[in-house]
């Protein structure tokens, strides 16, 4: 088992940034490829970015690519979400998940948190 803590969210004003982060226990993180993902209001989650277990590889949607950046450190079991430069659609709830490998579905995820909201106002 792993369990995921979300922090960081908030509201912000569109252009600003924010520094979601979300801490494992558990299972051993550094075995685990990690992912964002985001919900909005009425809509399905999707893919944001992901990062295999090393750090070594990442993908990004292309909405966010060039804005955000996903990182890890695997001596304090936590991953972050880097947000620049975002937009009003960028609103969502954001969730971390843990996967065996690194992907961008969400059905390849094994442990999900619980989220953090971020909001941005234009």
């Known amino acids: 088992q792993v369990q995921l803590v979300e922090s960081g969210g908030g509201l912000v004003q569109a252009g600003g940034s924010l520094r979601p982060s979300c801490a494992a226990s558990g299972r051993t993180f550094s075995t685990f490829g990690m992912g964002w993902f985001r919900q909005a209001p009425g809509k399905e989650r999707e893919f944001v970015a992901a990062i295999s277990w090393n750090g070594g590889v990442t993908y990004y949607a292309d909405s966010v690519k060039g804005r955000f950046t996903i990182s890890r450190d695997n001596a304090k079991s936590t991953v972050f979400l880097q947000m620049n430069s975002l937009k009003p659609e960028d609103t969502a709830q954001y969730y971390c998940?843990?996967?065996?490998?690194?992907?961008?579905?969400?059905?390849?995820?094994?442990?999900w948190g619980q989220g953090t909201q971020v909001t941005v106002s234009s």
């Open positions: 998940a843990a996967s065996y490998g690194t992907s961008r579905r969400a059905l390849d995820y094994s442990y």
